[in-house]
Every structure is written in C-alpha cells, then in structure tokens.
C-alpha cells in the first residue's frame, strides 16, 4: 500500500494561485483514481477533481475553469494546479488513491485564501 503526502498549500491573496503536490511513496501506474477533496469546518467532504490511469479529468463545479489535475508518473506526482483562488476555496486539502485492493489518503496541507 503506497503512502501519500501532500504539499504546497499556504496563505494566498485573492485572485492568487498554488499548485499542490501528491507524492506517492511508490509507483502510481496501478492506481486506477486519484483523487483531490476538500473539507472545511463545519463542512462536508467535497471532491475536488479525479483523474484516472486514463488520464482523464473531472472537476467539481465549484472549481471548473480554475484548477486542472495532472499526473507524472515517472515522478509519482499528482497535481492540482489552482488559479484565481477564492476565500471560499480555503480548506485542508487531501489527496487519496483508489486501487482494486486499498484506499490511500494523504495527511492533508492547509489552503488560506485571505487579503
């Protein structure tokens, strides 16, 4: 079972952009779905953006047009690159693998976007 970690959230202006990180511990070829979630106090869980081995992508309507998914994996890497960042993007963002034989989560990196 791979493990997940997240990085390259922070504080941003309005209208800023981030791009985070998923790192998997091992090869990512096997994993049929990444997935990138969000979740706020208070909040449900929503589900940001999936992209399969396929290397298709889908998006949450909050976010079309503004974030793109993408994965590397000669580098194990699964990006979320966020433009025009809103404070109702603020949130802890997780990443998570789907596999046939495990569900892998990653700790999750912190997201602020405040003037």
């Known amino acids: 079972q791979v493990q997940l970690v997240e990085s390259g959230g922070g504080l941003v202006e309005p209208g800023g952009s981030l791009r985070l990180s998923c790192t998997a511990s091992g090869s990512i070829v096997s994993i049929y779905f990444v997935n990138w979630y969000r979740q706020t106090p208070g909040r449900q869980r929503e589900l940001v953006a999936t992209?399969?081995?396929?290397?298709?992508?889908q998006y949450a309507d909050s976010v079309k047009g503004r974030f793109t998914i993408s994965r590397d994996n000669a580098k194990n890497t699964v990006y979320l690159q966020m433009n025009s960042l809103k404070p109702e993007d603020t949130a802890v963002y997780y990443c998570n693998a789907v596999t046939r034989d495990y569900k892998s989560w990653g700790q999750g990196t912190q997201v602020t976007v405040s003037s």
């Open positions: 992209i399969n081995n396929g290397y298709s992508t």
